[in-house]
């Protein structure tokens, strides 16, 4: 794809920008466990991961400024919440330690298989991108794997932790899977492993097998998202932790910092 | 025929370096324990006030640099405590032990993380201030008779001088900034100045520093470092155009020697020792939150491990 077309570019930018935001979302929420982590290896860890994360989506956002959208931190400091499409669960909260694990890894499982599939779509920028990424990634999916395992086998109460967590998160997958953008976003390539049902099948599977070898429930395969998959117009929650990302460039916008 | 204290000190006054597994005095090994773990304890606190801003930081260099900086303050708590585990493993004690004292009142921590840091501009002053004033102090204890300690501080002072450099980057940038960029610097540099001026200790050395400086573990007093930081960041506040909140400070000019305003030595005294800071309490339960409230993940950590050596598997 050396000249990609004009409605080939409005996918592309459609695919990218719901991985930046979503990696964006993951390394921001990430840099909230900094020094609260059971130990202090751990929090060496989760910092270097969320740290990984968050220069992901800086290189996705660039990606995005070659295809005509502003600059990374533009995209990041005064994009309108509108504008956003992360999935819900990127966002989301977390005081549970559980929680965050279980979200993790089933993150890391999907971000394995999207990868995968986007790098089915002839675009050298983002063939490279995802190329660099995978590098780091291959280690965050093998690291909350560990701790999955970890905390599965760790005794009956970190196991009904473990219960827990996946029963909350379970509600919260759904649009992880999905683009964001118009279908086109994903059909104009010969790739039906972008298909939001291809990825979701991938992501079971994986998941399924992974808990019935740690002896934990699976809840059933993730329900298909609404039309509404990573909107967040109506959104209460987005607004205000982008105000708060926001507070300190907003002294002074065209301001040096 | 010297004893085996006189034969160690001797030892130490010719230049000899210590190894842990070399024999040690009961009075030097406690005082290395004493030195090693407030400061390991010290860099794990430090995490909690720059943490605050991390999600606030205004540009993504400078979020994902703050984030890298505070990683390296937490590993160098991990590598810090792994030195006083060793040493504090003949009374039995280790990590777990470790960690609870700061929460049980039984470490001190340094007098600058139980303060506020109440804007951007703060989280920069502590890389540019608090940063530069670990280097002088850790530049000396490069010397240090433990071998052990002196090896792990060369990494550590090449990684605090990334930080210094990273908050003169942010102070820079807030000096050459707008009307509020500039007074939320002044205000911050007012706020840690004095803090700055207790951090080194007394004038006076207490008689665990006194013994630190005979057994060779420290190799400058308290007044001397003080000097050397503000001799350092005199000029450079200056050159920013701020003001130092001292209007006293001025330098003799036949010793060369800094005067200096006294901090409030008896508050920052009761800060640090009754864990009495504005910001304590809330340091600590972050603390507490993480140690105490995730215990149950490193008890599955240890329950995990050991099942899957019983079982001779694979997690």
Not at chain 1, 131 to 158: C, Q, T
């Amino acid at each position: 794809m050396k000249h990609p077309t004009t409605i080939q570019i409005t996918a592309l930018k459609s695919l990218i920008l719901a991985m930046a935001d979503d990696e964006w979302m993951m390394g921001d929420r990430g840099a909230t466990w900094l020094a609260l982590t059971p130990d202090l290896e751990e929090d060496l860890a989760m910092s270097s991961i969320s740290q990984d994360e968050i220069g992901h989506a800086a290189l996705l956002y660039t990606l995005l400024e070659e295809l005509g959208e502003p600059g990374a931190d533009t995209m990041v400091y005064e994009r309108g919440p509108e504008n956003w499409h992360h999935a819900v669960i990127a966002q989301h909260p977390t005081h549970s330690w559980a929680e965050w694990v279980v979200r993790r890894y089933c993150y890391e499982v999907f971000d394995d298989i999207r990868r995968k599939a986007l790098a089915r779509i002839p675009y050298p920028p983002l063939i490279a991108s995802l190329k660099k990424m995978d590098a780091e990634e291959s280690y965050h999916l093998l690291h909350f794997r560990s701790l999955m395992s970890m905390l599965a086998r760790g005794g009956p109460l970190s196991r009904s932790y473990v219960d827990t967590a996946i029963l909350a998160d379970w509600p919260l997958l759904a649009d992880l899977f999905e683009w964001g953008g118009r279908d086109e976003a994903w059909v104009l390539w010969d790739a039906g492993q972008l298909a939001p049902s291809a990825m979701r099948s991938a992501f079971d599977l994986v998941v399924q097998r992974d808990l019935i070898a740690w002896e934990l429930e699976w809840p059933g395969p993730v329900r298909v998202a609404d039309r509404a998959a990573r909107h967040h117009d109506n959104s209460k929650t987005l607004p205000e932790l982008l105000q708060h990302m926001r507070e300190v460039r907003h002294i002074a916008l065209a301001g040096n910092w | 025929m010297k004893n085996s204290l006189e034969a160690f000190v001797d030892r130490i006054e010719l230049g000899e370096k210590v190894e842990a597994t070399d024999w040690m005095p009961d009075e030097y090994r406690m005082l290395l324990i004493k030195q090693i773990h407030m400061h390991g304890i010290s860099e794990v606190m430090g995490a909690y006030p720059e943490r605050e801003w991390v999600s606030r930081a205004p540009t993504i260099q400078r979020k994902l640099a703050l984030n890298a900086k505070i990683q390296d303050e937490i590993g160098h708590g991990q590598m810090l405590l792994r030195l006083a585990e060793d040493l504090s493993s003949v009374y039995g004690r280790g990590r777990e032990d470790l960690m609870n004292d700061v929460l049980e009142g039984r470490v001190k921590f340094h007098n600058v993380f139980h303060l506020e840091a109440p804007t951007w501009a703060d989280a920069g002053v502590i890389g540019f201030l608090v940063d530069g004033g670990a280097i002088i102090t850790q530049a000396m204890l490069l010397n240090s008779s433990y071998a052990p300690y002196a090896r792990m501080l060369k990494r550590i002072v090449a990684e605090e001088s990334f930080h210094m450099q990273l908050g003169e980057s942010e102070v820079l940038a807030l000096a050459s900034g707008n009307d509020a960029q500039r007074q939320m610097l002044q205000e911050a540099i007012s706020r840690w100045w004095p803090a700055m001026m207790f951090f080194f200790g007394p004038r006076t050395m207490g008689p665990s520093a006194q013994r630190m400086m005979y057994f060779r573990i420290r190799t400058l007093d308290n007044e001397e470092l003080r000097q050397r930081f503000i001799n350092r960041y005199v000029p450079r506040i200056r050159a920013l155009g701020m003001t130092i909140p001292d209007s006293d400070l001025r330098q003799d000019p036949s010793s060369g020697r800094w005067i200096y305003t006294d901090p409030d030595w008896d508050w920052f005294s009761r800060v640090v020792h009754n864990n009495d800071g504005p910001m304590s309490g809330a340091r600590l339960a972050l603390r507490r939150q993480a140690h105490d409230g995730l215990s149950w993940a490193r008890q599955a950590n240890l329950y995990a491990t050991s099942e899957q050596s019983r079982q001779g598997g694979v997690l």
